[in-house]
C-alpha cells in the first residue's frame, strides 16, 4: 500500500525522529528483534508516512451519523535482509500523549485497528488531494487555457489535445455527483464534505508546479535511492515513463523551436502563459520563468509535467480505485468508531465497529468499480492523422516503442517482485477522462 497502493506518494526518509512520534527501540524490536533506530537512520533504512494535513478536519456526519478520521503518523523500516518495508509503529493522532498510544505489531486488535485507521486517513488524502487534486484540478487550468490561447493547429496545441480528452466532462461530472453537498464523497469520507473539498484546495495550493517534477519528488522525500529502498514499484516504473515522455517532447518541441530562446518569440504561447498564472486565470503557481516560457528547456520541462500527469500519474492513483479501494475492510474512506486509547484489550467486535456499514461499504464497491475500470485510449496511440507535420513521424514512433518496451521491463519486473499492474501500457490512459 506504500509503495504500490493507491496513495504511493506519501513514504519519506527518517533522518532524524521527532518529538510528536515517540518512537523506540522497543517498538522496532516487535518486527526485527535487536536491530536499532540509531542503526536503522545511519543505514537509510526508516521511512514515515504523516497524515498530518488532515490535524483538526472536521469530522463528517452524512448519513448515518458521527464519523471519525484522525490524522495519524506510521513508521516503517526496511528489513536488511529480505530489503522490504515492514510497519512497525502507528500513533493515531498527531501530539503524543497518555491517550494516544503508539500501537505495534504485538498488539493484536488494537494493531489491525491503528492499521485501518491509517488507510482512513490515507484514504481521505489519496481521493481529496492526490487524485482529486493533484491530477484532475491541477490539468484543468491548461485544458481551458489551451483552448482559450492556442490555434487548434498550434504545435503546443496539437500536442496536448489528445491528453485533455473528457478532462473537463469528467471534472464536471465530479463536481455535479461526487463533491456536491450530500454526494458520495459526504456519505463515504470521514472528514466532512467541506474539509474535504480544502484538502483538495490546500493540494493544489502546496504544489508549485516547478517544484513537482517527478525525479524531485522522490529525491525531496528521501526514496529516490533504489539501494536504500529497493521495493518501490511505483517510482521504477514511473520513472520510466517521465524519461520517455521528456523525450518525446524534446524532439517535438526542437522541430518547432529549433533555438533554445524561440519560445519568447510565441506570442499565443506567451499569451497561454499569462492566462495561465494570472489571478483572474488559472491561478498555477511556481510556473514558468521570470514571468513568461523564456526557452525551450523550460517549455519541454512543462509540457512533460503536464502529459505525465495526465497519463501515467492520473493512471497511477486511479485504477487502485477498483484493485485495492472497492474492497472496504482494506480501506474504509471512514471509521465509524472513535480510535483506541490504550494498545491492549480490543476485540473483534472493536475492529468490526470501526467498519462502515454495508450500504456505505457497497457504495465504496460500485464508486472504485466505476471510477477504476474504465480504460479509454492508451498512452501514446495517436489517432491515425493528428501530426498531419511528416517531421513528427519518426519521434512518434520512437515514443511509441519506448512504450511498449517499458511495458516489457514492467511484466519482467513483475516475475521477480509483487506484481505492480497499474502503470502497465494498456492501462495507461492518455487522458483524465475517468
Ligand atoms: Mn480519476
Redesign the pocket.
Known amino acids: 500500500m506504500r509503495v504500490g497502493g493507491p496513495n504511493p506518494v506519501m513514504l519519506q526518509r527518517v533522518n532524524e525522529l521527532d518529538d510528536r512520534f515517540p518512537v523506540t527501540d522497543v517498538h522496532l524490536n516487535s518486527v526485527l528483534s535487536g536491530d536499532t533506530l540509531v542503526a536503522a537512520i545511519a543505514e537509510g533504512r526508516l521511512y514515515l508516512v504523516d497524515f498530518y494535513m488532515l490535524d483538526g478536519a472536521p469530522d463528517g456526519d452524512y448519513p448515518h451519523g458521527q464519523k471519525y478520521i484522525y490524522a495519524p503518523m506510521a513508521m516503517f523500516v526496511v528489513d536488511p535482509k529480505t530489503r522490504t518495508l515492514l510497519p512497525f509503529a502507528i500513533q493515531i493522532k498527531q501530539q503524543p500523549a497518555d491517550d494516544n498510544p503508539v500501537f505495534t505489531p504485538q498488539d493484536g486488535w488494537n494493531w489491525l485497528i491503528a492499521k485501518t485507521m491509517v488507510e482512513v486517513a490515507d484514504g481521505n488524502v489519496h481521493e481529496a488531494a492526490t487524485?482529486l487534486g493533484r491530477?484532475?484540478l491541477f490539468i484543468e487550468p491548461f485544458v481551458v487555457t489551451t483552448y482559450r490561447q492556442l490555434a487548434p493547429n498550434h504545435p503546443v496545441a496539437l500536442l496536448l489535445a489528445p491528453h485533455f480528452e473528457g478532462t473537463l466532462a469528467?471534472n464536471e461530472a465530479a463536481w455535479r455527483h461526487l463533491i456536491a453537498n450530500k454526494g458520495a464523497v459526504d456519505k463515504l469520507f470521514g472528514a466532512s464534505i467541506k474539509a474535504a473539498r480544502g484538502l483538495s484546495a490546500a493540494s493544489i495550493r502546496d504544489n508549485p508546479f516547478n517544484d513537482i517534477m517527478l525525479p524531485d519528488t522522490f529525491e525531496k522525500r528521501g526514496v529516490a535511492d533504489g539501494d536504500l529502498l529497493p521495493d518501490y514499484p511505483y517510482r521504477d516504473d514511473s520513472m520510466l515513463y517521465w524519461s520517455a515522455i521528456e523525450k518525446w517532447v524534446s524532439e517535438y518541441l526542437a522541430v518547432y523551436y529549433p533555438n533554445e530562446g524561440d519560445p519568447q518569440a510565441d506570442t499565443e504561447l506567451q499569451a497561454w502563459f499569462a492566462e495561465l498564472v494570472a489571478t483572474d486565470g488559472g491561478r498555477v503557481i511556481g510556473f514558468g520563468e521570470d514571468g513568461g516560457i523564456k526557452t525551450r528547456s523550460c517549455l519541454t520541462k512543462s509540457l512533460t509535467l503536464i502529459i505525465y500527469t495526465c497519463s501515467v500519474q492520473?493512471a497511477a492513483v486511479?485504477f487502485p480505485q477498483y484493485d485495492l479501494m472497492s474492497y472496504t475492510p482494506n480501506m474504509p474512506l471512514a471509521s465509524y468508531a472513535e480510535a483506541p486509547t490504550t494498545t491492549s484489550g480490543a476485540t473483534e467486535q472493536d475492529f468490526l465497529d470501526v467498519l462502515p456499514p454495508l450500504d456505505m461499504a457497497e457504495l465504496q464497491m460500485n464508486l472504485g468499480y466505476l471510477?477504476g475500470n474504465v480504460h479509454y485510449t492508451q498512452l501514446g496511440q495517436y489517432k491515425k492523422g493528428h501530426f498531419t507535420d511528416g517531421r513528427i513521424a519518426e519521434p512518434m514512433n520512437r515514443f511509441q516503442q519506448q512504450v511498449t518496451s517499458i511495458g516489457g521491463t514492467i511484466q519482467e519486473r513483475n516475475t521477480t517482485r509483487r506484481p505492480y499492474e497499474f502503470l502497465v501500457p494498456t492501462g495507461v490512459p492518455q487522458s483524465?477522462n475517468?
Do not use: D, E, M, Y
Open positions: 487524485h491530477t484532475h469528467i492520473h486511479n471510477l483524465i475517468i
